[in-house]
């Protein structure tokens, strides 16, 4: 029987454009395109990846919700209200106080504090609770790892808490020493560097050297086990210059509106997500953001166009959108200015994902979603069994 491996490299944030104007990029992966992204963050684009569906059918989107009756954060609400806010805003005092929360709740998946107020702690909720690189991740349907163990595929897929540099050493320990059909190596750091830097050629050409040798020393490794080696690299979004700060929080906290009384809301960095408890409350919000060159309404209809449409509003009653290069700020996920973010509207150039492969996918591949039926046709995957 032939030995096949299908190598899958994630890249976080390897926007098009990125990849569009450095030809010299791994250019053996020889088929080269854009793909277009998901409304949301990381929070929605992986999963939609994972799973082949839209946020409102895998229930993923936005990490945080208010939701004041389902909050898991309760019983912890009460001591951390009594933090000095001097020492609750301090990173590191977040992070020791995330890592404790999500020990208390079993929490596997991704999860930080960021800039929640600790004082609101009790009023929301976290939404991706489990790991999403496991079987019976996803809030809602099924994974590609949950495809692979139904079918008895052996697999490899990195553990998204170590180092980039120890992810790929890893899975070139695991290609070179058991019988594989399927890895999914993940990279994350250029996310990181586009935040903080943004578009810096310099940077971002130091960061894809090592990755494209990453990549290479990974496939060969394959090669020498294999007698078949497909490889596919990918993105979830691009990121934006940011050129404009917006204050929302601000502008919102003017019109003398209660909160928990009136409203509640979360303001993510670049879209501000509203729940009305109040007639007055709307009129005087949708009255304050208006549709302009910063940002719009995101209407009914286009959410059900985007897939983020939820009947019981359970992410919120209305989104206000920024448009590309406006950053929320301060949010509940940053109080400090970053030069890069991702999380507008998709059919923006900068919103674009990447898809390079060595063999031309065998079916379309037009949004995120699609890279899910790519996976399973790579892993020999039918209805849920191996192909021959």
Known sequence: MTRTLAIQIFVDACGWDVIAE????????????????????????????????????????????????????????????????AIARRSRVRKLLSAQLAAELDLTGYFSLYDLPLDRLGEFDWTEKKDLFVPGGLNRGQSIFDCLAAAGVNYHVSDWRIAEEKRFAKAQHEVSSRELAFAFVYAADLDGILHQYGHDRSRVDR????????????????????????VALFSDHGMAEVAHIRNIRGEIDALGLRWGHDYGAVFDSTMARFWFLSDRAERRIRGALQDDARGR????????????????????????????????????????????????????????????????????????????????????????????
């Open 22 to 85: 450095r030809p010299w990029f791994l250019p053996e992966l020889g088929h080269r395109q854009e793909v277009e992204s998901v409304l949301g963050y990381s929070s929605a684009c992986v999963p939609a990846i994972l799973s082949g569906l839209r946020p409102d059918e895998n229930d993923h989107f936005c990490f945080l919700r208010w939701s004041p009756e389902e909050s898991p954060f309760k019983r912890q609400a009460g001591w951390a209200k009594l933090l000095p806010g």
């Open 207 to 230: 960061y894809l050297r090592v990755l494209q040798a990453r990549v290479r020393s990974l496939v060969a490794a394959a090669r020498s086990r294999y007698d078949r080696v497909e």
């Open 297 to 388: 309404w995101v209407s009914e209809e286009r959410e059900k166009t985007l897939g983020v449409h939820w009947p019981n509003r359970r992410y919120g009653d209305a989104f206000y959108l920024l448009e590309p290069g406006q950053l929320l700020c301060p949010s509940h996920l940053g109080h400090k200015p970053i030069r890069g973010m991702h999380g507008y509207r998709t059919d923006h150039v900068d919103s674009y994902a990447t898809l390079l492969t060595d063999v031309p996918p065998r079916g379309p591949v037009h949004d995120l979603t699609d890279l899910f039926s790519m996976m399973k046709r790579r892993a020999r995957l039918e209805a849920g069994r191996v192909a021959a």
